[in-house]
Structures are given as C-alpha cells and as structure tokens.
C-alpha cells in the first residue's frame, strides 16, 4: 500500500483573518456567531470564523452597492482598473508561499500542488482579466434609415458569487477576475469548509488599491448566508460553482428577481483510452486525471474506459502507481495525496466504496481509511465496473477510480454520453482522426486529447447538460459580467 509520510508539527501559517470583509472593514458577524474551521489533516480547530447571515450580506449588497454607484470604482479609468489587477496578482505572488500555506491547512491539498498549480493558475487568471479590462467594447452598427447605433458593454452590477472548498484560491480568481475586468463590485462567499485563503486575499485586494466596498466577503454557510445572495433583489447576478443540487435550489430561489446566472458544476468525466494510445503516457495521465487534488475535481476523470485488448496491462499499471503514492502530511513536499476537505466528504467516499464492492466490482487497490486520524483515503481502484453500478453513475468526488472496459470506437460514443453530466472528457489515441471525431462526439464542454487536466485562463471552460450554465475563463467568461446597451441617435433630414 502508499507510503506513509508522518504529520509533523511544524510552524503554521498566521490565520490573520477570520471575520467579514464588508466595505473595506473587518467586522464580526451581526449574530455574533461563529463556526469553526477545521484542519482535515488533523481533524483540529484551526480558527472559529464570522458565521455570516442574511443581515451581514445586506450590509454587504449596500457597500457594494455604494462602491458601483458612488465610489471612486465607477469612475476610474478600464486601464486603470486592469492595473489594480495585476498589482493584486503581483502581491500574490509575493506571498505565494504563505497562501500555498495557508491553502493546505484549510483545505488539506498538498503543498506541492498549492504552489505548483493552484496559486500559478490563480495568479495567471488575475492578469489574464487585468489585460481585458480595456478593451471591452461596444460596435457601432449600421441600422436602416437616418440613425447612429452603437452599443455599450456596461457592468451588469452587483454580482454574488458563491464558491466551492475544492480550490479555493483559484475559485476567487476565476470569479473576481472577470468580474473587477468588467466593472463590477462583488459579494463572495466562500465555502464554510474552507474560508481562510478567501479573507486573505481580502485584504491583498485592500493593500493592492482596490477601493473599499468592490470587494466584499460574508464566509457563512449556503442555506443561510449563500440564500441571501442568491435571493438579495440588489445582487444582479449569480456565479456558482458547486454542486447540481445545489444549483437547482439557487436557480429556484434567483427567479423571484431573475438574476443572471452562471453555473459550473459536477460530472463524470469520461476518460477513454484506445489500444493504440502511447500506454505509458495514457497511464500517468489517467491517473492524475482521477487521483489529482485528492479525486475532489468537478473534471476528474472518474469513468475510465480502456479498450478490451490493453485493458488488464493498463490496468496493472495503475495499481502499481497507487501502490507508489505517498499519503500523509499535506504541508510535507514530498507529499502527493493528502486528506479529503471533511468528515461529511470521507463518510460518502467510503459509502459509494461499499456500494462499489456491494455490487461486485474488484477492489484492486485501497478501499479503506488510512492512518487514524484525518480525514485520509487509500487511492482506490475499481476494476470490471459496469455502466450501471453506482461508482459509474454518480459523482463521487474522492480518490475512487472506477475502470470499465470497451471494444471499438463505435460503442464508446453512447457509453461515454451517458450520464447526466458533461464536464469534460478526454480521449487517449495515436489516431489523429478517431480523436476528433470522439472530441466532436462527445457532449463536454472541455475534451482533453491525449492530455488531462490542461486549464488555462484564456482557455473557456464550463458544462453541457447537468454540468453548468454559461463559461468561465476566455474572452466568453466576461460575458456574464456584461450588459449590452444599445444606444440610437436620431440623427435628423
Ligand atoms: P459541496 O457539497 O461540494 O460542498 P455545495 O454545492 O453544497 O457543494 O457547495 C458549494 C457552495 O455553495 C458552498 O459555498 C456552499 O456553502 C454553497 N451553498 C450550499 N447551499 C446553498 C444554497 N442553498 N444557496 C446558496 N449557496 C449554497
């Protein structure tokens, strides 16, 4: 089984923050409430945090509010505001080890990936959107008859955005990016699990200049803090990444006041490997495509499907891999998988393990806790899983592979589209042809072609089908952020 790498005690990150962030001041809940935020390596309280509710998001609306229509925000220069942007991604980068930190002891992600994925891919989406911010414009438009029609791309105003504890930090520059890119001011609240790096970056936004009510922050939990966003009559939109469910509830609640939505959501991600794949390569990556950040990826590569002739070698490499995984202490940077978020996480991971095995699919590796405290899981490996067991319908969101076999290119389209989802999916092959035509094939947003995992800011990236609504990253993500106004002069005789 995985290596062990022992929890040390080492120095901690400085918690700094642990209250909302409301027109640029640090205040305490107005219940007085607070929850506790957890270190799932080690199941310890790392810090009790301002419990926000439907009182303190209103204060949040109206600084909001405030700062769009009175504030200094509305009038400064696009390019200017660009500058803010990047001068927030150069501080980050300043600290990037200190929010790497900090991002492992809220969340449990190796710190490792927090500095080699999580705060580059973050910093590089803050200054992908910088660059935007001044050159979203209108068109001017050729109507009949004697008039001049342009259009304006004006902010869409007060937007809420509510995010998941999976990558918190690059949650927030997915959604403030395009957001302070377009003009907008915000309410975010990020997720109970994990509230730290989110109040952090709070204040970085503070120090780098951005003025006081753009950004504003109510840690909280969904049904209370979250609903209050979604329902405020002075939010004009919502961008929420999470879960289906959970997004059904938010799309019910925003109807009463039709707010704008966007949406990116769960899957069950198809990953397809042909026999004529480089089955070296092919391994690797279908193995980070599931087990990366601890299987808690919306894209994980979780259905994968590996043609019949290649299939118990392929297998077999896989199950060595996980053999060679070192689970342990996430601060530790030799460490590759680390706890799940939480105990609520951990007992369904282990509930769909036991559905996995209940309905006869070989366990080859893992299966089990590891270690005695933490919220730690073997890498487990699913082999001979059917389409229709449990482990192959529903998102499981854990270190769990399920691995099903096929035999030609003809069966795999159906197989692959059947699920509620339609994330991403990626197909590994030599065959320049068969990979297109699957790529065109295949309902996801994103397919990945002998590769997994790739994001990059300009690159867009959403959902088909029960996976989302709308795009975030690219030029399309500020989209959502934007209100077209078309303008007619009458231009007279
Ligand atoms: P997960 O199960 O992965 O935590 P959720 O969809 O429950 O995914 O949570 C994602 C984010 O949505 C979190 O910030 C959570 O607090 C928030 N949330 C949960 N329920 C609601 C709700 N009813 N309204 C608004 N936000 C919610």
């Known amino acids: ?10 120095s901690q990150p400085n918690v700094k923050h642990t209250e909302c962030f409301i027109g640029g001041r640090w205040t305490p809940a107005a219940s007085g409430k607070t929850f506790d935020t957890i270190n799932p390596a080690t199941e310890e309280v790392i810090a009790q945090v301002a419990e926000g509710d439907a009182e303190d998001v209103d204060a949040a609306v109206a600084a909001a509010r405030d700062a769009l229509e009175n504030g200094p925000w509305g009038k400064i220069d696009a390019r200017d505001r660009g500058r803010l942007l990047y001068k927030l991604a150069d501080l980050m980068e300043d600290e990037l080890d200190e929010l790497a930190a900090l991002e492992t002891l809220d969340n449990g992600k190796p710190i490792r990936d927090a500095k080699a994925a999580d705060l580059p891919l973050a910093i590089d989406c803050l200054r992908y959107y910088a660059g935007f911010a001044d050159k979203i414009h ?3 438009i050729p109507v009949r008859g004697n008039y001049f029609t342009y259009t ?9 955005q509510i995010i998941p504890w999976n990558f918190p930090i690059l949650m927030v520059c997915w959604k403030w990016g395009p957001a302070l890119a377009a003009g907008c001011t915000l309410v975010m609240k990020p997720a109970e699990q994990t509230p730290l ?6 204040r970085l936004a503070q120090k780098a200049g951005i003025p006081d009510g753009v950004i504003n922050v109510v840690p909280g939990y969904g049904p209370t803090a979250g609903a209050a966003i979604v329902k405020h009559p002075q939010v004009n939109k919502i961008a929420f990444t999470g879960e289906h469910r959970t997004a ?22 198809p990953n397809i490997v042909f026999a004529d794949a480089d089955l070296d390569a092919a391994a690797v990556g279908s193995h980070f495509a599931l087990y990366f950040n601890q299987g808690q990826c919306c894209c994980a590569g979780s259905r994968l499907f590996v043609e019949d002739k290649v299939y118990d070698q392929f297998v077999d490499k896989l199950v060595t891999m996980n053999q060679h995984r070192k689970l342990g202490d996430p601060a530790d940077p030799g460490t590759e998988q680390g706890p799940q978020v939480d105990q ?3 007992d369904k991971i282990m509930h769909y393990i036991d559905l996995g095995k209940q309905e006869g699919a070989q366990c080859l590796t893992g299966g089990k806790r590891f270690g005695d405290r933490g919220y730690f899981i073997e890498p487990t490996l699913f082999a001979d899983v059917r389409d229709d067991m449990s482990i192959a319908r529903d998102e499981i969101f854990g270190p769990v592979l399920s691995i099903l076999r096929f035999k030609d290119v003809d069966e795999i389209v159906d197989r692959a589209n059947n699920t509620l989802y339609g994330l991403a999916a990626a197909v590994w092959t030599r065959d320049v042809s068969k990979a297109h035509h699957l790529a065109a094939k295949v309902k996801a947003g994103t397919v990945w072609i002998n590769c997994y995992d790739v994001f990059d800011a300009a690159a867009p990236f959403g959902g088909f089908k029960m996976s989302g609504m709308g795009r975030e990253l690219g030029e399309r993500g500020l989209d959502a952020y934007t209100e077209t106004k078309t303008v007619t002069l009458n231009l007279g005789e």
């Open 1 to 10: 089984m995985a290596t062990v790498t022992k929890l040390q005690k080492k």
């Open 138 to 140: 209108g068109q001017t």
């Open 152 to 160: 304006r791309r004006e902010p869409v105003g007060v937007a809420g």
């Open 197 to 202: 790096t989110c109040l952090r970056l709070a």
């Open 248 to 269: 059904q509830v938010i799309m019910r609640d925003a109807s009463e006041t039709l707010k704008r939505l966007t949406f990116e959501l769960g899957g069950k991600s």
């Open 344 to 346: 609520a996480q951990f």
